[in-house]
């Protein structure tokens, strides 16, 4: 009797032995697996050195996180105040890295009392104090969404911001601009598209290639000069 109960005390013990080591062994693999699977390179691309290392170091909070639990949103939420980006591509290379292409929005103006100021495409101001382009500028105190309604009528009306020197917005809502023939246009509020493709066929009329003024604030009402 007293050794079948030491066998199988020694059996017991042997159970518990493995139990605990594979506990431990289960733990551990399950470490490995987040440690492989923790984020340990974030490559960034597409705009000067300076400005992907700037962009990096803001990314740095998502270094050595699980790489399946980094959202998209997460990421778009902390480049957000880069003004700089028009649009993001963000790609996971399983297990450890993100790839995150950026493309820069393009300039298309310059705000009149801070030439180091730019506007971009996607509405935003970026300061940039060693761009030299040759862009219009924008005059008035004017906000990201009265620009893009406009911008949105320039591009689809026969005028392009090539062909503009300055613009001019009113507490109105209103717009003026000025061509690169110095001809100043002066718009309504409302049916932009349509004034604007009026005045360019004005413009291009031989009959009105002396005339500097166009007023078009008054429906169907036209003073050029």
Do not use: C
């Not at 004034?195 to 291009?204: R, W, Y």
């Amino acid at each position: 009797m007293r050794q079948s109960t030491g066998k199988k005390n020694k059996i017991i013990i042997y159970l518990l032995f493995l139990f605990i080591l594979s506990t431990t062994s289960g733990k551990f693999i399950n470490d490995q697996k987040k440690l492989s699977s923790s984020i340990s390179k974030i490559n960034i691309t597409g705009l000067s050195e300076r400005k992907n290392s700037e962009i990096l170091s803001n990314l740095n909070n998502l270094l050595y996180k699980s790489i399946f639990v980094i959202r998209e949103d997460e990421i778009r939420k902390i480049l957000e105040k880069h003004n700089i980006i028009q649009e993001l591509n963000i790609k996971k290379i399983y297990p450890s890295t993100l790839n995150i292409q950026i493309k820069p929005t393009k300039f298309i103006a310059r705000v009149s009392n801070n030439s180091q100021y730019l506007v971009g495409a996607n509405g935003k101001l970026i300061e940039d104090a060693s761009n030299n382009e040759l862009l219009p500028y924008i005059f008035g105190k004017f906000n990201s969404h009265n620009f893009l309604l406009f911008k949105q009528n320039i591009e689809k009306s026969i005028f392009s911001f090539s062909n503009l020197k300055e613009l001019s917005f009113f507490p109105s809502g209103r717009w003026d601009i000025l061509t690169d023939k110095d001809i100043l246009i002066k718009l309504p509020k409302e049916h932009i598209l349509v004034s604007l493709n009026l005045s360019k066929k004005l413009i291009n009329n031989d009959n009105f290639k002396d005339y500097k003024f166009i007023d078009l604030r008054v429906k169907n009402h036209l003073v050029a000069k």
